[in-house]
T-cell receptor
Framework: KNEVEQSPQNLTAQEGEFITINCSYS?????LHWLQQHPGGGIVSLFM???GKKKHGRLIATINIQEKHSSLHITASHPRDSAVYICADVGDKLIFGTGTRLQVFP | EAGVVQSPRYKIIEKKQPVAFWCNPISGHNTLYWYLQNLGQGPELLIRYENEEAVDDSQLPKDRFSAERLKGVDSTLKIQPAELGDSAVYLC?????????????FGPGTRLTVL
């Protein structure tokens, strides 16, 4: 059974700080999905990646297939980045982590 | 371009009552997903459709849950009868391509409260 674990579960930061959220999975996957869920429930897809690194604005996602690990980085964090960040492995089953709740304070 | 549309946004019912949720995916998206999300947890897949075919319903509690996507476009998820433990947010998502190959776009969800 594949398990997806995220760390930390909760994260607070001051505006401008560099943020890293980690995701580990136990079974080899074909791709990993990073999602953002704002208060109120709306889910937005950030990245889907199967190797290397992807960048979109201040967000950077990396994945190491051999180590079964992915990271989501936020540079120059802002209060509007406050949300729950969820990673999901896209294998035989789409399995979601429980999310990392990020709060960025001004 | 309109996103994934779900209705209703909120539903409160008493236990043992039936309830139905509706989802209209993004136009042209062949794959449709229904998820359940409990408070503080990540979404859990209930059923996945490729066009009108349910290709993965292994996690759908079939004794009380049912879903359909008759014309391969919009979809309905039904619970009958609802139980207290069914209180959750029910999310619908769609993607252009198939499983694992394309970004999923999520609807706003339906928050169900069973009293």
């Amino acid at each position: 059974k594949n398990e997806v674990e995220q760390s930390p579960q909760n994260l607070t930061a001051q505006e401008g700080e560099f943020i890293t959220i980690n995701c580990s999975y136990s079974v080899g996957i074909s791709a990993l999905h990073w999602l953002q869920q704002h208060p109120g429930g709306g889910i937005v897809s950030l990245f889907m990646l199967s190797s290397g690194k992807k960048k979109h604005g201040r967000l950077i996602a990396t994945i190491n297939i051999q180590e079964k690990h992915s990271s989501l980085h936020i540079t120059a964090s802002h209060p509007r980045d406050s949300a729950v960040y969820i990673c999901a492995d896209v294998g035989d089953k789409l399995i979601f982590g429980t999310g990392t709740r990020l709060q960025v304070f001004p | 371009e309109a996103g994934v549309v779900q209705s209703p946004r909120y539903k409160i019912i008493e236990k043992k009552q039936p309830v139905a949720f509706w989802c209209n995916p993004i136009s042209g998206h062949n794959t449709l997903y229904w998820y359940l999300q409990n408070l503080g947890q990540g979404p859990e897949l209930l059923i996945r459709y490729e066009n009108e075919e349910a290709v993965d319903d292994s996690q759908l509690p079939k004794d009380r849950f049912s879903a359909e996507r008759l014309k391969g476009v919009d979809s309905t998820l039904k619970i009958q009868p609802a139980e207290l433990g069914d209180s959750a947010v029910y999310l619908c998502a769609s993607s252009l391509g198939g499983w694992g190959s394309d970004t999923q776009y999520f609807g706003p969800g339906t928050r169900l409260t069973v009293l």
